[in-house]
């Protein structure tokens, strides 16, 4: 099944670490064949691509100890002089993992047609991405003018914070990105450090925007990340930040998670319209963080929605905006 990941514990196969894998293609003896694309998804993490006994394209380097491009999508244009009209054609695709045990094509989806139409959809899912992000940053600047503005609303400074690092975060985890020559190691190095940070930075501004003391449990979690962000400011290993992401810092979330519904409920409690409107929005930031990190783990295959999910919690905001600047206008 295209995605999927290669279950090696199914079978009994603990020791391989690359795979072929094939697909078969009949064209019709009449199709029109000039510039022709097949879009293989996201592959963890090298591929050499095959049609018919020739490399169509090839993404990072095979027994390299650093991870090549295991986000990115693949998308390679078939020569017309290799297709078998009215016949099979062969498809091939040698992986090699490098996280281990995930390997094979485990995330986007798989499709083959004209060129034109294959590059402009994939182009077109990332530039509405870009759009909803330069929204979102502006949402940022706009809190941090506040904060200078008035600069005993702590909340301003820390939400203006928080919408940048998610903004950040996203645009790493952009496919446009690959147009330029970044270096994929330090960008995965920033990205688990933004991975570290961001969720205690956004409990932090629940905390301060209803008026909750900085409490021992808090403490405790924002002192553990804290180490965890100078150890990967330190050292430069993809396979350790993946292990300690999935092992220590995603259980450490559900206590921000906890703290956050506590925050709201309790103010919910006191009828603040602000912590309706915020656990409104909150609820559906909360469920694509649960879908983005169940589909991490390959539990589940399913698209990243985090970018998409962050529009309801910035139109909560303005609506609880909207209520304090008619609130401020009646005092």
Same mark, same amino acid.
């Given at each position: 099944?295209?995605?999927?990941?290669?279950?090696?514990?199914?079978?009994?196969?603990?020791?391989?670490?690359?795979?072929?894998?094939?697909?078969?293609?009949?064209?019709?003896?009449?199709?029109?064949?000039?510039?022709?694309?097949?879009?293989?998804?996201?592959?963890?993490?090298?591929?050499?691509?095959?049609?018919?006994?020739?490399?169509?394209?090839?993404?990072?380097?095979?027994?390299?100890?650093?991870?090549?491009?295991? =986000?990115?999508?693949?998308?390679?244009?078939?020569? =017309?002089?290799?297709?078998?009209?009215?016949?099979?054609?062969?498809?091939?695709?040698?992986?090699?993992?490098?996280?281990?045990?995930?390997?094979?094509?485990?995330?986007?989806?798989?499709?083959?047609?004209?060129?034109?139409?294959?590059?402009?959809?994939?182009?077109?899912?990332?530039?509405?991405?870009?759009?909803?992000?330069?929204?979102?940053?502006?949402?940022?600047?706009?809190?941090?003018?506040?904060?200078?503005?008035?600069?005993?609303?702590?909340?301003?400074?820390?939400?203006?914070?928080?919408?940048?690092?998610?903004?950040?975060?996203?645009?790493?985890?952009?496919?446009?990105?690959?147009?330029?020559?970044? =270096?994929?190691?330090?960008?995965?190095?920033?990205?688990?450090?933004?991975?570290?940070?961001?969720?205690?930075?956004?409990?932090?501004?629940?905390?301060?925007?209803?008026?909750?003391?900085?409490?021992?449990?808090?403490?405790?979690?924002?002192?553990?990340?804290?180490?965890?962000?100078?150890?990967?400011?330190?050292?430069?290993?993809?396979?350790?930040?993946?292990?300690?992401?999935?092992?220590?810092?995603?259980?450490?979330?559900?206590?921000?998670?906890?703290?956050?519904?506590?925050?709201?409920?309790?103010?919910?409690?006191?009828?603040?319209?602000?912590?309706?409107?915020?656990?409104?929005?909150?609820?559906?930031?909360?469920?694509?963080?649960?879908?983005?990190?169940?589909?991490?783990?390959?539990?589940?295959?399913?698209?990243?929605?985090?970018?998409?999910?962050?529009?309801?919690?910035?139109?909560?905001?303005?609506?609880?905006?909207?209520?304090?600047?008619?609130?401020?206008?009646?005092?």
């Amino acid at each position: 099944k295209i995605p999927s990941q290669f279950n090696k514990a199914k079978h009994d196969k603990p020791d391989i670490h690359k795979i072929w894998i094939a697909k078969s293609l009949l064209f019709p003896a009449t199709v029109k064949t000039n510039s022709i694309s097949i879009r293989l998804g996201v592959i963890s993490d090298r591929d050499r691509t095959y049609f018919n006994g020739v490399m169509i394209g090839a993404t990072g380097e095979f027994g390299k100890h650093y991870p090549s491009a295991y =986000d990115k999508v693949r998308i390679y244009e078939i020569p =017309d002089n290799l297709i078998r009209k009215g016949a099979e054609n062969l498809l091939l695709i040698e992986v090699e993992e490098y996280f281990y045990g995930t390997i094979g094509i485990d995330q986007d989806k798989t499709e083959i047609g004209p060129s034109r139409a294959v590059e402009k959809s994939f182009i077109n899912t990332e530039y509405v991405k870009l759009v909803l992000l330069m929204i979102y940053f502006v949402v940022g600047v706009y809190y941090l003018f506040l904060f200078a503005r008035r600069r005993k609303e702590k909340e301003n400074l820390i939400f203006g914070i928080f919408t940048i690092m998610l903004v950040l975060y996203q645009i790493m985890r952009n496919q446009l990105r690959n147009e330029f020559e970044f =270096d994929f190691v330090l960008m995965k190095k920033c990205e688990y450090m933004m991975i570290v940070t961001v969720v205690p930075v956004f409990t932090h501004f629940i905390r301060h925007f209803f008026k909750f003391q900085w409490n021992l449990v808090e403490k405790i979690a924002d002192g553990t990340l804290g180490l965890i962000f100078l150890y990967e400011l330190v050292v430069t290993d993809i396979r350790q930040y993946n292990f300690i992401n999935a092992n220590i810092v995603q259980p450490i979330w559900i206590v921000y998670m906890v703290l956050i519904f506590y925050f709201l409920i309790v103010r919910m409690k006191e009828k603040n319209m602000d912590a309706v409107f915020i656990f409104s929005g909150f609820v559906v930031i909360f469920c694509a963080l649960v879908v983005d990190t169940l589909s991490t783990r390959g539990i589940i295959i399913f698209p990243k929605i985090m970018g998409y999910s962050f529009f309801f919690f910035i139109s909560s905001l303005a609506i609880i905006l909207a209520n304090r600047s008619v609130r401020l206008h009646e005092e």
